[in-house]
């Protein structure tokens, strides 16, 4: 049994834990993040990449808006790297409920949302996919946002100011004392050898797991959890955001990923988190929905979707998830007889670094340390080999490098070794496992129309060249690698996706004799 002791124990290795690390870590407090999977496996690896304006949620929950309205402007300073300010439109077309566009500009003037009306000319001018059913349009300022790179900048820079990250380590109890934890009990999730750690303060950053975690310690948090679904277009088809101008409902957003768009999302009450995946009927449903915004969705070829849950703290209406506020909780268990665990979960990912904040701030005040907060306004660190997660990057560089013997082991995105190289590097550092599933979740590869039908096999021969995977272990990790991708293709079988799946199918069980 290994024993490890910190000051800050910090659960959860999504974009709250990895922002809390980095925080605790500028002012000099010394942490540990766990994470029962890789980094940003959770909702902060399975979301939309909208950085809010906030004008999403004017009408229902000002809050949230105002949260989103300030943190957005923070994070377009202080994480640039991560973000392309695209700008954002709302737009609403025939049959749309009236009221609410009426509304709309007075809703966000409250809010502190900046919002400018547009000609209907204009706006298809600005976006030509928009419908010509268009009633209404108005300029905010939504942007994107690359979660992966976020999440892995945050853990970088914590890592290099001295923080201890540990991916693959689940939190299995806790050792209580008198007024508190005395150490929490984990398991390495590959070894399978058991880890205590002691520590003055325990984070639980466990997003939706939240009360799985609090319930560790003999607490209880109210929490229901909303399933979100999203598509995956083959290409980019719109510069901006858009936004469908109506109360929230499935399959209102557009955001631009790059070479890519996401589009969704649906909000489905779900009663176990393994459930978590996209389901037929809610794919049918977004297309619909969403083709009455931007008619080209109906004949596009989607190359995969994607689901991720969202934590929904105070559950106060039963029926309804898209009513239940999107802010975030930050609960002291001090008040339930547990003086130094905190838990934080809800929010979004816009306002994570606020959350971090918070949550900092409290752990802070409860260990008597006075360094002040500097995330909003010291930028984070950029570049590093989390650079690789931007689409895009990879074959600008390889272009430019012009090196014969960089040999290109994904053609879609067009990732070279070398960015293979460095990957692998950055998972060392990270304590990660290296195998085609971390590489494909720190870089491109897997996610270009193929979805790893050719480069999951040059890749799995790279790696075992290098000697970083045994002989045997290459079909092995294949295999993992497509199974882990087919959740997501299965809901979206049909036309060029389907003969592209024919063919995946045919060379990896056919050609390769790996049964999937
Ligand atoms: C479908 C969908 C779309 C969204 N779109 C947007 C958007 O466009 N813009 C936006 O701002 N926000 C969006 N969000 C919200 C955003 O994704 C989340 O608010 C944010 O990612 C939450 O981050 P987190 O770190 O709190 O939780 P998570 O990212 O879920 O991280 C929690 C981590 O804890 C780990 N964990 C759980 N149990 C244990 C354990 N026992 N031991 C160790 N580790 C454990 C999990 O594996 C997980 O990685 C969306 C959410 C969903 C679901």
Known sequence: MTLLKTQVLIIGGGATGAGLARDLSLRGVPCLLVERGDIAAGASGANHGLLHSGARYVAKDPQAAMECAVEGAILKKVAAGC?????????????????????????????????????????????????????????????????????????????????????????????????????????????????????AQFVNAAGAWAAEVAALAGLEIPMLYSKGSLLVTERRLARRVINRLRSSADADILVPGGTVSLLG??????????????????????????????????????????????????????????????????????????????????GKLTTYRKMAEKTADLVCAKLGVAAACRTAVQPLASGGASRWAAPGLAPRLWLKAQDP??????????????????????????????????????????????????CAVRLAAYLCDRGLLGAGDGPADIRAFLASRWKGLRPVLWGRSLVQEELQEALHCGLFGLEL
């Open 83 to 199: 973000i392309e300010d695209t700008g954002g439109l709302f737009a609403a077309v025939a049959g749309d409920d009236e009221r609410y566009v009426a509304d709309f500009p007075s809703h966000c003037h409250t809010c502190g949302v900046a919002c400018e009306p547009l000609a209907l000319g204009e706006a298809r001018e600005m976006e030509p996919v928009l419908s010509e059913k268009l009633i209404a349009a108005f300029k905010v300022p939504d942007a994107a946002i690359d979660p992966f790179k976020l999440v892995f900048e945050n853990i970088d820079e914590a890592l290099s100011l001295g923080a201890d990250v540990r991916p693959h380590t689940r939190l299995t109890g806790f050792r209580r004392c008198r007024r508190g934890l005395e150490a929490a009990l984990l398991r390495d999730m590959q070894s399978g050898a058991a880890l205590t750690v002691e520590a």
């Open 405 to 454: 013997d960089d040999l290109l082991l994904c053609e879609c995105e067009m990732v070279p070794q070398s960015a293979v190289d460095e990957i692998v590097d950055a998972i060392r550092r990270q304590k990660a496992v290296v195998d085609i599933r971390a590489i494909g979740l720190r870089s491109r590869i897997g996610k270009g129309t193929c979805q790893g039908a050719f």
């Open 265 to 346: 999302t649906t909000s489905v009450r779900l009663d176990r988190l393994e459930d978590c995946r996209p389901t037929i009927p809610e794919i049918d449903r977004i297309i619909d929905a969403a083709s009455k915004m931007v008619p080209v969705l109906a004949a596009t070829r989607f190359i995969r979707a994607y689901a991720g849950v969202r934590p929904l703290v105070g559950a106060k209406t039963p029926h309804d998830d898209r009513a239940v506020s999107r802010g975030f909780a930050l609960v002291d268990h001090a008040a339930e007889g547990c003086d130094n665990l905190v838990t934080i979960t809800g």
